[in-house]
């Protein structure tokens, strides 16, 4: 449980848990299953079912404890205690979740380091940022969210270096401005104060803009303070003085100034065009950005590989990009690439061809975070060779993030007959929230009040192929306002 003491009495076949620090309810947690622990460090462990152990031990052995250690240096002292992990089954319908004391996170994510360290080292973060000073209301969740971020990257500079963090920076800030893409720089969900209107879902805030648009304005009031060690000085004296309490905007950006006296008599809160108040409460993308230039050693090999494929001719293109040996590339510089041309799709039949042909076996033995991406480029691209793929990779990932997306692709063009029958087969597998969410999907135009549910799935199984298909699982009109996962998804 998410609790600092616990204690099992066999003979009473009784746990207790005690919690010595005051937490908000969403951070109340339990977990039940055939867990088994496994020390990874002096003040860590791992929980997970027998089969997972061994993998999850190698993978963050020794990690968690630098990672810790280096959240210390910045921030101050760890104030809970001990700190475990508890890998959770593909199913569970987030990815990871900063439960004080004992993170959850789903197990799905162990194949892609990349993404492990980062989901990881972001619920370390809450540690001190979302658990010990807490967002007093949902709608000002980039307190905890973009604060933790701020602090997941810094963690990540001490330890991996400035050129990692960019990469990652560039990676996610790209997905920001697709996300704005698609909504509108009107969306009011972009603002950072956002009205939690009556029969709004406080989860439909769970977004890019509360992370990444959060993280540009933490990033922005670090800048204004010169050197980002004064900034973590106030930071570790911000959580001395909230600790164990509920804030508002307010509350930081007045701690803020009065730290920095001088900052306060320039009237950097009210500098034109970068108002405090402006960061908060305008809509659109974030009114600064980052200088990334520190990651370039990484992120300027995957602008020129996408150039390449999009040049002219083709021939002369595809054999320079096939002499880039991507195998050795970190994750995020591949699924950046991926995303590109993700974005760039519909592609030339014949460029997806030539993609397939040199990427298709090589990303199929990478991770997930890769493989999935890929497939989105076969689907979006109706490339039918690769489409067994697709129907492997679902019928083996059970998670929202990696089941989502492809299927809000296959639902948007010709394929839904083939949705209809992957999910038939794997709807018993899937945790019920994520199922619903499928036939909401799956269901656009299907009529008033359709929802796919076996008898449905079935049909769309045993027609595959079959010209007489009646119209009510092919050939439908695709949702226009789809939003992939791939553009929001985040962990906790």
Known sequence: MSATQSTYVEEEGVYRFHMEHPVPAYLVALVAGDLQPADIGPRSRVWAEPCLLPTATSK???????????????YGPYMWGRYDIVFLPPSFPIVAMENPCLTFIISSILESDEFLVIDVIHEVAHSWFGNAVTNATWEEMWLSEGLATYAQR?????????AFTC????????ALHRQMKLLGEDSPVSKLQVKLEPGVNPSHLMNLFTYEKGYCFVYYLSQLCGEPQRFDDFLRAYVEKYKFTSVVAQDLLDSFLSFFPELKE???????GLEFERWLNATGPPLAEPDLSQGSSLTRPVEALFQLWTAEPLDQAAASASAIDISKW????????????????????????????????????????????????VVRN???????????FLESQMSRMYTIPLYEDLCTGALKSFALEVFYQTQGRLHPNLRRTIQQILSQGLGPGAEPGVEQARAGADSEGDADTPALLLGDE???????????NVSA
């Open 60 to 74: 963050l052995s020794g990690a968690v404890e630098q990672w810790l250690s280096a959240a210390e240096r910045l």
């Open 154 to 162: 810094r963690i990540t500079t001490e330890t991996y270096g400035a």
């Open 167 to 174: 990469l990652e920076t560039a990676f996610r800030l790209d």
């Open 266 to 272: 320039q009237s950097v809160d009210c500098r034109a």
């Open 330 to 377: 970190r994750t995020f510089q591949t699924a950046l690439f991926l995303d590109r041309l993700l974005d760039g799709s519909p592609l030339p039949q014949e460029v997806v061809m030539s993609l397939s042909k040199c990427y298709s076996s090589l990303l199929d033995s990478m991770n997930a975070e890769i493989r999935i991406r890929w497939l989105q480029i």
């Open 382 to 392: 109706d490339y039918y060779p690769d489409l067994h793929r697709v129907r492997r």
């Open 478 to 488: 695709a949702p226009s306002s789809t939003i992939s996962l791939r553009d929001v």
